[in-house]
């Protein structure tokens, strides 16, 4: 995860530099470099999936029965569908007990 953090934090720099280090931008550049690094990154999965299946070596005699609901539980995503994001959010904040002033 630090990896990719890194890589997202990099990618966000070169876009800032990129569109000539604007002031105020810097969510954007990181929503954007992290968009790019996803992509990438299931790109590069998908390709080692197909390679996988490709590199496989059949056996002449065995052939595997097929599922009936195979074609069920290998469903795609609806065209435009995201994906859930890989981090977790920041737990909310408590509620300072009651008498205690914060300045």
Same mark, same amino acid.
């Given at each position: 995860?630090?990896?990719?953090? #890194? ?18 931008? #810097? ?14 990154? #299931? /790109? ?14 059949? *056996?002449?005699? /065995? ?30 904040? *408590? ?9």
């Amino acid at each position: 995860m630090a990896a990719n953090e #890194d890589r997202i934090r990099q990618r966000a720099y070169q876009i800032w530099e990129q569109e000539g280090r604007p002031h105020g931008n #810097d969510l954007k550049h990181w929503m954007q470099a992290f968009q790019e690094i996803a992509e990438s990154a #299931d /790109a590069a999965s998908a390709k080692a999936s197909r390679t996988k299946k490709a590199a496989a070596p059949k *056996s002449a005699g /065995a052939a595997k029965p097929k599922a009936a609901s195979s074609k069920a539980s290998k469903s795609k995503p609806a065209a435009g569908a995201q994906s859930a994001p890989t981090t977790t959010p920041p737990p909310k904040a *408590s509620k300072p007990t009651r008498g205690v002033t914060t300045h």
